[in-house]
Nanobody, 121 residues
Framework: QVQLVESGGGSVQAGESLRLSCAAS????????MGWYRQAPGKQRELVAQ???????TYADSVKGRFTFSRDNVKNAWSLQMDSLIPEDTVVYYC???????????????WGQGTQVTVSS
């Protein structure tokens, strides 16, 4: 059974930093794409950053230059370093993975449990 376990998050002041981490486990052959999304109450979940299987990293315009995505393919883990946080970054963050179970398997989408980030002005 695949599990994505998130850690990090919390409450900080504007301008400070936080680091989110996600670790995937459970019969994984490989991860096609890994990323971070966030969702505010009453709004759709939106992409924050992701890395595709061919190594292309994408950031939302709102976080470019402030957030940095990193990954450890061997450990099936990835992180999001969030610097210069602003109150608008206050939402729940979710990690997401496209999990492949064999060489002939398509990628199946899994989500982490979500972690709250709160930035005070």
């Amino acid at each position: 059974q695949v599990q994505l376990v998130e850690s990090g998050g919390g409450s900080v002041q504007a301008g400070e930093s936080l680091r989110l981490s996600c670790a995937a486990s459970g019969g994984i052959f490989s991860i096609d794409a890994m990323g971070w999304y966030r969702q505010a109450p009453g709004k759709q979940r939106e992409l924050v950053a992701q890395v595709t299987s061919d190594g292309i990293t994408t950031y939302a315009d709102s976080v470019k230059g402030r957030f940095t995505f990193s990954r450890d393919n061997v450990k099936n883990a990835w992180s999001l370093q969030m610097d210069s946080l602003i109150p608008e970054d206050t939402v729940v963050y979710y990690c997401r993975a496209g999990v492949v179970f064999s060489t002939r398997s398509p990628a199946y989408i899994y989500w982490g449990q979500g972690t709250q980030v709160t930035v005070s002005s």
